[in-house]
């Protein structure tokens, strides 16, 4: 009976019960850089560098790789075995000078001869060891310790290029050393053979399966093999340039007595210049410098180069610096051994966010190939801003959320979701068919059952209004001084809050969204949301004027509704052949052409609010007389407030009161007033 087999591994992926990436607070985030100027593809960049609330971001996990790095430098040196070497030589001549010294049978002269050769060993390591290579020892145990410095010698400079072999040929046999002398010959000769691109899929498999057990990473090529010896032989190398000429010269020397002779010397350095021929672009000639005390073997030294060298290419693509870096790119097994599994995690989190941000139609590419907020996007950032904007009006009345039971107001012709407490009757055709078109896109049944069955998330209510309409104008200052003054940002806030809330409550109104510095322009949203900071200096709000009233005139049997946001006074204007006009201080032609087409603004009806930001005196005489000349009102929000100020106004303004002010008549308000009459507009709340 045949059995099925099982196979475990360590679990590789973060908190299973963790929830699933933010998008609205990635996108809330994004956004508002966006709207500070930046492109959205360095916002998504910020975001990912910043990370979010509740997750580590890109520059988290850098310094923690930066920290490593210099902890491995600070902690360590590089004469570890030369160290080891001394000691093992001080012990030897130590052990061999007792045994003369207790011999009494040893011929005087011999024993004065053998005392003078140990007397005037050199004080180099290096050379002293060369020199007792053929010393007759008579002490065994001097001759088995110095036995050791070649043993270990050999053992290190293998492990430089083969990991782990320093402990693996502890107490080797010759047999042992032979069959190393023997792979080390069989592996040059594929390498040189590779070289000449004369070699086979079966020279290599012939290669692996006689010498295979030397190379844990299990390579399964000729170029996987000599990727793998390549790296470790070019951190040998940098570990030796990191080395004083000092350590270098007596390295090289008593490498020459590694297993008591320097043929092994001669096949790794041969096998050194192989690797080099086939992977020049290695860093061989690099170095770093170790300010520790704990010594470091060749081996462990030219591990400890190899993480250095891995952590560099950690931080090289954590940086995410070259075109086209993506958070795949990042190596998550690398990040887990040098740093941690919780910071493979949070790099593995920080992807499935990239991925679904992009993916979520979010961003989109334009025909220029920047990536640019999606319709979607503006919508789902309009509504974080109107429930923001929701939140701040409802705080200051202590008024409750209110929606409209259809009852006393007018169908829009326009469906939504159903959301909790909705009063509004169903739209049966739209809920019917969001049924349908679930079950279609789900397929059959598993029960095989038939029919259409409803869920909650198909409802769709009617949505209903006051029938006022209204034709709205805002007017916002894109002068040099509201980019100066940290007021771009809220300016955009507030446009994006209105645009949201006139596209999904309001939809029988028509907004136009103006744009005035120098000279005016209109803007659609996306635009608006998108702006770079225009470094000119002009206030063209006569500009502006002449387009608000033009949107006016195309919309005759609406409401006209003006809302200016400005931080300072005109100084400037359109002339009549289409040039701008600029002077500092505002020029008497200016302002009187300013209040002349606001005039024309006011014969046509319009209920007119403005925006003061700061505390311009100037800017203030002049916003209050223009106010008390077209019948309307002047507020003066504090930033945060500019969306909920901007809103309340337009809702007061479609039901004949404002939350923001008395109703005409002119007059100015702290932005901090009543908020009990924009009650009647509740509707849209939520």
């Not at 030796?240 to 390295?251: C, D, G, K, V, W």
């Not at 771009?488 to 645009?499: E, G, I």
């Not at 004027?545 to 509704?561: D, E």
């Not at 008549?665 to 939520?686: H, Q, V």
């Amino acid at each position: 009976m045949a059995t099925r087999g099982s196979r475990y591994q360590r679990y590789a992926g973060g908190d299973p019960l963790a929830p699933p990436v933010d998008l609205a607070e990635a996108l809330d985030a994004i956004g508002e850089d966006v709207m500070a100027g930046y492109s959205p593809e360095r916002a998504m960049r910020e975001l990912l560098r910043r990370g979010t609330r509740d997750q580590q971001g890109l520059d988290d996990l850098m310094r923690r790789v930066a920290e490593k790095r210099r902890e491995l430098l600070a902690r360590h040196d590089l004469d570890g075995t030369l160290r080891e070497v001394t000691e093992l030589l001080e012990r030897a001549v130590l052990a061999e000078r007792g045994q003369l010294a207790r011999d009494v049978t040893m011929d005087d002269a011999d024993r004065t001869l053998r005392e003078m050769q140990l007397e005037n060993l050199p004080p180099s390591t290096a050379a002293a060891v060369s020199e007792l290579a053929s010393y007759d020892w008579a002490s065994g145990e001097a001759r088995e310790t110095y036995e050791q410095i070649k043993d270990l010698l050999g053992r290190e400079l293998l492990d430089q290029r083969f990991a782990g072999m320093k402990q693996a040929l502890e107490g080797a046999s010759d047999a042992d050393r032979a069959a190393i002398a023997a792979m080390l010959t069989d592996l040059n000769a594929l390498l040189e053979k590779h070289a000449r691109g004369e070699d086979t899929e079966q020279d290599f498999r012939d290669f692996m399966d006689e010498h295979g057990e030397y190379f844990p990473e299990d390579p399964q090529s000729v170029e996987e093999l000599v990727d793998a010896m390549a790296q470790r032989a070019a951190a040998a190398q940098r570990m030796l340039n990191s080395m004083t000429p000092e350590q270098r010269a007596e390295l090289m020397e008593l490498s020459a007595q590694a297993f008591g002779s320097p043929a092994l010397l001669d096949q790794l350095s041969r096998l050194d210049a192989n690797l080099q021929d086939l992977r020049p672009g290695e860093d061989w000639g690099g170095s770093e410098d170790f300010g520790g005390s704990e010594g470091l073997g060749l081996g462990d030294g030219t591990g400890a180069l190899q993480d250095l060298a891995e952590l560099d290419a950690l931080a090289e693509q954590l940086a995410q610096s070259h075109p086209g870096a993506r958070l795949d790119d990042v190596d998550l097994d690398a990040l887990a051994r040098q740093v941690g599994d919780d910071a493979a995690v949070d790099a593995r989190t920080l992807a499935e966010l990239e991925r679904a941000l992009r993916s979520s139609g979010y961003l989109q590419r334009g025909s220029d190939g920047q990536l640019r907020l999606s319709p979607k996007a503006m919508r789902q950032l309009g509504k974080a801003l109107l429930r923001d904007v929701s939140q701040r009006l409802s705080g200051r009345q202590g008024a409750r959320e209110m929606r409209s039971g259809g009852g006393s107001a007018d169908a829009t012709g326009g469906t939504r979701e159903w959301a909790f407490g909705d009063t509004e009757p169903w739209d049966l055709p739209r809920t019917v068919l969001n049924a349908v078109r679930r079950e279609v896109a789900a397929g059959p049944r598993p029960d095989g059952a038939r029919g259409v069955r409803l869920e909650i998330g198909d409802v769709e209510v009617t949505e209903s209004e006051q029938r006022t309409q209204a034709a709205v104008a805002l007017l916002v200052d894109t002068s040099f001084s509201m980019a100066m003054d940290g007021r771009w940002v809220p300016m955009k806030r507030t446009a994006l809050a209105l645009h949201q809330l006139i596209s999904t409550r309001f939809r029988g109104d028509r907004l136009e969204l103006v744009g005035f510095g120098r000279h005016a322009e209109t803007l659609q949203i996306e635009q608006l949301t998108g702006l770079d900071a225009m470094w000119q200096k002009g206030t063209n709000l006569h500009h502006g004027l002449l387009l608000a009233q033009r949107h006016f005139r195309r919309h005759p049997g609406m409401q006209p509704v003006l809302l200016v946001v400005t931080d300072g006074e005109p100084t400037a204007h359109l002339e009549r052949g289409g040039d701008v006009f600029f002077d500092y201080p505002p020029h008497p032609l200016t302002l009187a052409r300013t209040v002349a087409e606001l005039d024309n603004v006011v014969r046509l009806g319009t209920q007119t609010t403005f925006f003061r930001l700061g505390e311009d005196p100037g800017l203030a005489r002049f916003l209050d007389s223009l106010a008390r000349r077209a019948g309307g009102r002047v507020v003066a929000p504090e930033l945060d407030d500019l969306g909920a100020a901007v809103v309340g106004s337009y809702l007061g303004d479609r039901s004949g009161r404002s939350p923001y002010g008395g109703g005409g008549g002119g007059g100015y308000d702290d932005g901090l007033g009543d908020l009990g009459g924009w009650g009647g507009r509740g509707s849209w709340a939520g």
